[in-house]
């Protein structure tokens, strides 16, 4: 990967983020309250993310090493996958094995596939956002030039008791309408990102 090439991931992913993840909410065991604008490296407290609308975002787990809390409170990962997927395996096996604390997000009814494609402007999955970056389509060099941008570690650094949440759906479930994915390989459009490299589903 180029030098500008670089400067340029990382001059997207800061302005992407600059505005949402902008103030942070401290609470200190002994339940003083601190408002920040920088990740903060406090190992015991609790901390949320108050977004531009006043919404707040949990921090996660005080017990991951500060590199870590701070690369995921700038720029949080969220992987967008479908059930019998296999590119979906493979691009959550990558986050797995380079330590990377992320949030899965299943596409399971037509309203979480329309809500995919509002959010990344495609039905491909898997799909994976990096702060506000959207990355469509399993293609691992891209995903890492992105997560080192990010200040994610090359090597894991994830404690081994550390599990991802819960699998949740990208929107409330629609029991009656689901989305079925067809298995035919998608195409990004080449201004917004490759071609997936291992290949995806398109709905």
Same mark, same amino acid.
């Given at each position: 990967m180029s030098a500008t090439l670089k400067i340029a991931v990382a001059a997207a992913?800061?302005?992407?983020?600059? +505005?949402?993840?902008?103030?942070?909410?401290?609470?200190?065991?002994?339940?003083?309250?601190?408002?920040?604008?920088?990740?903060?490296?406090?190992?015991?407290? %609790?901390?949320? +993310?108050l977004g531009r609308n006043? #919404?707040?975002?949990?921090?996660?787990?005080?017990?991951?090493?500060?590199?870590?809390?701070q690369a995921s409170a700038r720029y949080p990962v969220q992987l967008y996958t479908a059930a019998d997927c296999p590119p979906c395996d493979n691009a959550r096996a990558l986050l797995q094995q380079r330590g990377v604390p992320y949030r899965e997000r299943r596409i399971a009814s037509d309203d979480d596939t329309l809500a995919l494609e509002r959010l990344t402007g495609a039905r491909t999955v898997p799909a994976l956002t990096v702060g506000q970056q959207v990355l469509r389509g399993l293609a691992p060099a891209d995903w890492?030039?992105?997560?080192?941008?990010?200040?994610?570690?090359? #090597? +894991?650094?994830?404690? %081994?008791?550390?599990?991802?949440?819960?699998?949740?759906?990208?929107? #409330?479930?629609?029991?009656? %309408?689901?989305?079925?994915?067809?298995?035919?390989?998608? +195409?990004?459009?080449?201004?917004?990102?490759?071609?997936p490299a291992e290949g995806g589903f398109r709905f």
């Open positions: 992913l800061v302005a992407a983020c600059s +505005s949402a993840w902008s103030l942070y909410k401290v609470i200190e065991p002994d339940g003083s309250i601190t408002y920040t604008d920088r990740p903060p490296a406090a190992a015991n407290a %609790r901390i949320t +993310s006043g #919404e707040t975002t949990p921090l996660g787990d005080a017990s991951l090493p500060l590199e870590l809390r890492n030039s992105y997560l080192d941008a990010a200040g994610y570690p090359k #090597e +894991s650094k994830l404690p %081994r008791s550390w599990q991802p949440p819960p699998v949740t759906p990208l929107t #409330e479930a629609a029991p009656a %309408r689901t989305a079925r994915p067809a298995t035919e390989p998608a +195409s990004a459009s080449p201004a917004e990102a490759p071609p």
